[in-house]
């Protein structure tokens, strides 16, 4: 398969690239196990050493890669920029807690005693070498936010990134071997979607983590189950976006447009589905409408520009199918709705707010990975929940209320792995990501994500 640098805002391709070959793959892999071997043993306060010096170096190389990720995906060089800022602030953030994060944990006395021993204590200890299968939406960060943590547990990594993005996945080797980490501490592996499963099977991959669509996710939870390995997988999503009555609107319609948009739209935890209570609704539309139809598309490198190209041509080409079929079922167009006509070259759609959805459109059930907006309109909190539920998905949800009771109604019944109210979803280091239901399982950051891939080891003594 080709691994190539396509640039998606012109349709060119820039570079391609060799993919690794088997011997390469077996050298790769080779390294990690015995760097391993050796890493583990290294104290917390080596470790942060090298990730801050990771993350200065960053900071220097901060708008070259920018101009890298915008040139091989996509996304603005605004958002390309503070992804790469973000990206240092995780390492910086490990690198100052991991110790702590993972520091014994001693049972209370009495609990040992009745257990028989004289002492117990539970310890973390690394697995081994963690394949990484990642997306190309943020093609830092989605590896940082793996990297920082196991590499700060004491693993190694092998990284297996989107062939689309190339560049930045030879970059990601490069700054970690630059900043002074053993060789084969974290590896990039130039192959296919095809090549993963060989990879994963092999006794020396400890455990893998996959951030991507739902059948790249079953693909490799099946392979792992199989060799019994460990997996977190961070997959689809379809967030809710719900407003009430009481919603401070005009932040809600601005904070709405930057959630549905952001990385032109292509994130999993960007905002899909618009949930508005009927009190509001007409007056959410209007306003939330016109803020879609005045952003303005282009050139992913003019500073001005709020939502580029779609990462890939097949990627619009789902987009507009859903979006067609919705039509077709009886949806109505508020704004967007196709290509723009000024962008015949690029893989560029139009910002688009559609209404009208009902449960049989594909729309309703399947996650738009593009600046696609559908609203809905409800009578009740509990029809909000009840709509907002009513998805294969669960990663993160978003509700504007400023009624205590609405809050604790939503924190309790929303099938997410987060609740943001008054606010749009967003990762944190110091705090936990991931999903329900087809969204995946485990969590990512914080010490639930650096504890994901440790052994916790009990420690029974007696005397």
Same mark, same amino acid.
């Given at each position: ?48 050493? %090298? ?42 953030? *490990? ?123 079953? =693909? ?60 509001? *609704? ?27 190209? %779609? ?36 893989? *560029? ?41 009513? =998805? ?34 967003? =990762? ?36």
């Amino acid at each position: 398969m080709a691994i190539a640098t396509v640039n998606p805002a012109t349709g060119e391709t820039l570079r391609t690239y060799d993919a690794h070959g088997e011997e390469e793959v077996e050298r790769r892999v080779a390294a990690a196990h015995e760097t391993f071997r050796r890493y583990r043993t290294t104290s917390f306060a080596e470790r942060a050493r %090298l990730m801050r010096r990771a993350a200065d170096l960053l900071d220097e190389d901060a708008e070259d890669i920018a101009r890298t990720m915008t040139v091989e995906m996509g996304k603005p060089i605004t958002a390309a920029r503070a992804e790469a800022a973000k990206c240092a602030k995780a390492m910086r953030w *490990y690198a100052d807690h991991a110790e702590g994060l993972l520091a014994d944990e001693y049972p209370a006395q009495a609990d040992v005693r009745d257990s028989g021993a004289d002492a117990a204590r539970v310890l973390y200890r690394p697995l081994g070498p963690i394949l990484a299968v990642m997306p190309w939406n943020f093609p830092l960060w989605q590896v940082v936010r793996f990297a920082a943590p196991a590499l700060m547990a004491g693993n190694t990594g092998l990284l297996k990134h989107a062939s689309n993005v190339p560049r930045t996945a030879l970059y990601l080797g490069d700054l970690f071997r630059r900043a002074g980490f053993p060789e084969g501490c974290f590896q990039t592996l130039l192959i296919g979607s095809g090549a993963v499963e060989a990879v994963l099977r092999d006794r020396r991959i400890a455990a893998a983590t996959l951030t991507g669509s739902e059948p790249a996710g079953r =693909s490799v939870a099946a392979v792992a189950g199989d060799e019994v390995k460990k997996t977190v997988l961070e997959l689809g999503g379809s967030d809710p976006y719900i407003v009430m009555p009481s919603a401070d609107l005009p932040r809600a319609v601005k904070t709405a447009v930057t959630a549905r948009v952001q990385n032109n739209g292509q994130s999993c935890i960007a905002a899909k589905r618009f949930i508005v209570h009927t009190d509001v *609704y007409d007056d959410f539309a209007e306003r939330f409408t016109a803020a879609m139809n005045a952003l303005t598309v282009g050139d992913p490198l003019d500073e001005s520009t709020d939502v580029g190209p %779609l990462a890939t041509e097949q990627g619009r080409n789902d987009l507009e199918e859903l979006v067609d079929d919705a039509v077709r079922e009886g949806a109505t167009v508020l704004c967007g709705g196709g290509r723009p006509e000024d962008r015949p070259h690029g893989w *560029y759609y139009l910002p688009t707010v559609l209404t009208g959805i009902t449960p049989g459109m594909r729309i309703h059930r399947e996650e738009t990975f593009g600046p696609v907006a559908t609203l809905y309109p409800v009578s009740d909190v509990e029809e909000a929940v009840a709509v907002a539920n009513d =998805s294969p998905f669960g990663l993160s949800s978003n509700v504007w209320t400023r009624d205590r009771a609405d809050v604790d109604l939503f924190v309790r019944d929303l099938e997410a792995g987060g609740v943001f109210v008054n606010g749009m979803t967003a =990762s944190h280091p110091a705090l936990p990501f991931g999903g329900v239901k087809r969204s995946g399982y485990g969590r990512e950051l914080s010490g639930h994500g650096i504890r994901e891939f440790c052994n916790a080891t009990t420690l029974w003594q007696r005397t």
